[in-house]
């Protein structure tokens, strides 16, 4: 497989918004993982999705994988959120030309599939202690468990749920983003949504399509 990663360009920002429109819209419909089938004690090993975004001179392609081997040895409650992302650039107009997607290109992809992927957030209060377990739902049949959070009774707000469930989130998914602003964010708009009934946003309005640049005539 061809890979010149050091004469690659990377993709100009208009691109970059493009694929995030692009990726946010495709997984608004699936869970961020397809059913995790067990056999003789052993999950599915295939457990992933893949996007592909066309452009008019690249193809970019976006993985997201179930990182089995790390909960086939790992104890429970898991330690991270299971999950690996990778992705590749294909240069149609050179060709052979292809490379792995920079690190700025997964971060902002990786939030754009986090933010549209069905990713149903459950937080309920245990019976007897005065606390509220928070889960992570990846597919039809798995669930992560996220951390706890006190139960202050009415003097928990909605923003106080979400910085809490959020950061509960984070803190299982540092791996998923550049820095602790982009990952609270992500998750903090999520919970939002998932537990408050917050409207979801266009893919416009967080990637705005940039206006053509108009030409005007000087004088010299």
Request: aromatic share 16%; net charge negative; hydrophobic share 45%.
């Given at each position: 497989m061809a890979d010149f990663s050091v004469s690659a360009p990377?993709?100009?920002?208009?691109?970059?918004?493009?694929?995030?429109?692009?990726?946010?819209?495709?997984?608004?419909?699936?869970?961020?993982?397809?059913p995790l089938l067990r056999s003789a004690e052993r999950l599915s090993r295939v457990s992933g999705r893949t996007y592909v975004v066309e452009e008019k001179f690249k193809r970019i392609r976006f993985c997201i994988e179930f990182d089995r081997d790390f909960v086939e040895t790992a104890k429970?409650?898991?330690?991270?959120?299971?999950?690996?992302?990778?992705?590749?650039?294909?240069?149609?107009?050179?060709?052979?030309?292809?490379?792995?997607?920079?690190?700025?290109?997964?971060?902002?992809?990786?939030?754009?599939?986090?933010?549209?992927?069905?990713?149903?957030?459950?937080?309920?209060?245990?019976?007897?202690?005065?606390?509220?377990?928070?889960?992570?739902?990846?597919?039809s049949t798995f669930f992560v468990e996220c951390g706890e959070m006190l139960d202050q009774g009415a003097d928990l707000r909605a923003d106080m749920v979400c910085d809490r469930v959020s950061?509960?989130?984070?803190?299982?998914?540092?791996?998923?983003?550049?820095?602790?602003?982009?990952?609270?964010?992500?998750?903090?708009?999520?919970?939002?949504?998932?537990?408050?009934?917050?409207p979801r946003p266009s893919a416009e309005a967080l990637w705005p399509i940039a206006e053509p640049q108009s030409e005007t005539a000087t004088d010299e």
């Open positions: 990377p993709l100009g920002e208009a691109e970059v918004f493009e694929v995030c429109r692009a990726l946010y819209d495709a997984s608004a419909e699936d869970f961020i993982l397809p429970f409650p898991l330690a991270k959120i299971p999950i690996t992302f990778s992705g590749r650039v294909f240069y149609l107009e050179i060709g052979g030309l292809e490379r792995e997607l920079y690190d700025n290109e997964l971060y902002a992809f990786i939030s754009a599939f986090i933010l549209g992927a069905k990713a149903p957030i459950i937080v309920e209060k245990y019976s007897v202690f005065p606390y509220y377990k928070i889960t992570l739902q990846l597919s950061m509960s989130l984070y803190n299982k998914s540092k791996h998923f983003f550049r820095n602790s602003h982009q990952g609270l964010a992500v998750w903090s708009a999520r919970a939002a949504q998932e537990l408050f009934g917050a």
